[in-house]
């Protein structure tokens, strides 16, 4: 009963900062709506895209839409007033990755959030880099691979796993012999079972409980140690910090920056967050999950909240030794070592 009365005055003490507080901008970062499967293993009965409602391989699915124009909405509810009715180029900007069902989910998501107006809404290129589900940097590829040799958790998990890695790769013909094959085997069985398709009969020995937890192992290792971060969310962390500065300093910027990205994206955020070890909950980040980066000002102290959204409900992520209203200038301290430019991304993952 005492934890219960103490969390409640805590959240009233939140409350009660936050309604005395200044809310200066929000940057929020959510994964693309649902999909069809990026990879069909060989032996996969559900590789013609008449199963598909002719979309091909990695499209997002009508669901997929609905979903972001739900997350858009929630959007509005929340930020309503900070954002107002009508779409202002000069006070929010929306960016996507290059991929077809990133700029697919952003305009879905931004209906739902513009649903009482009909504007004509830019939609930019990410200026950072983006990874998607199979990893484009070479460099982040390898120190994956050095990971896999050298971080005895990993190395356990792998041998615990070998009979896995073995039965599917036998069923399935796909060559998995780690927790990146396994991922992409268990992503196309999750999204073929959340359609209500018949999954065939050997997945029943490993879907979902054993496939789902390698899979959820994979998300604590993407972003695991400084040299992943930095290359993982560097350039986000970086642009980031360089938006809140001109903000609180004055600068014309626009308020909202959404960013419609990967799982890998959020992710290796909650991984750099630590919020996987903190809450002992490793996990592949839900179709429409978001991330979400709030600025506010209290008399001449500015904090930065962070909010991850993995279903319906919005959660509080504390940053590691600062806690949850974690005041800006700790916020950059925390991240110095991470923090890189996008131009320098490219040379730093091509080893030039």
Not at 47 to 70: M, R, V
Not at 99 to 118: E, H, M, P, V, Y
Not at 249 to 260: A, M, Q, V
Request: proline share 5%; with cysteine; hydrophobic share 35%.
């Amino acid at each position: 009963m005492k934890f219960y009365l103490v969390i409640n005055y805590l959240l009233c003490l939140c409350c009660a900062t936050l309604a005395d507080s200044e809310l200066l901008s929000v940057v929020q970062i959510f994964r693309h709506g649902e999909r069809t499967p990026v990879i069909f293993y060989p032996t996969d009965p559900y590789q013609n895209s008449k199963f598909w409602n002719d979309l091909g391989p990695g499209e997002l699915t009508e669901n997929g839409k609905h979903q972001l124009y739900n997350l858009g909405t929630f959007f509005r509810q929340r930020y309503d007033t900070f954002i107002g009715e009508v779409y202002n180029e000069k006070q929010i900007t929306v960016k996507s990755s290059n991929s077809k069902r990133n700029i697919q989910s952003a305009k879905s998501f931004l209906d739902g959030l513009f649903s009482k107006t009909d504007q004509n809404i830019t939609i930019e290129k990410a200026t950072w880099p983006v990874m998607s589900v199979i990893f484009v940097c070479p460099k982040f590829d390898v120190e994956y691979l050095k990971l896999e040799g050298t971080n005895q958790k990993l190395i356990d998990i792998n041998k615990n796993n070998k009979e896995l890695y073995e039965y599917v790769r036998k069923h399935s013909e796909f060559p998995v012999f780690g927790l990146v094959s396994t991922f992409l085997v268990w992503d196309t069985l999750k999204i073929e079972n959340a359609v209500k398709i018949a999954l065939p009969e050997w997945t029943n020995a490993v879907f979902p409980q054993k496939l789902t937890e390698a899979s959820n192992n994979l998300s604590t290792f993407v972003c695991y140690n400084e040299e992943q971060q930095k290359l993982g969310v560097g350039p986000f962390i970086n642009e980031l910090i360089e938006h809140f500065e001109k903000i609180i300093e004055g600068t014309e910027e626009p308020k909202t920056i959404l960013f419609s990205g990967h799982d890998i994206n959020i992710a290796c955020f909650l991984g750099t967050l630590h919020y996987y070890q903190e809450t002992n909950n490793p996990h592949v980040p839900p179709f429409a999950s978001s991330l979400t980066f709030e600025l506010w000002k209290d008399d001449d102290h500015f904090f930065v909240y962070i909010y991850y959204k993995p279903d319906e409900e919005s959660i509080p992520v504390s940053v590691k030794n600062c806690g949850f209203n974690c005041e800006f200038e700790e916020f950059k301290k925390m991240f110095e070592n991470i923090r890189l430019k996008s131009e320098d991304w490219y040379s730093e993952c091509l080893f030039l």
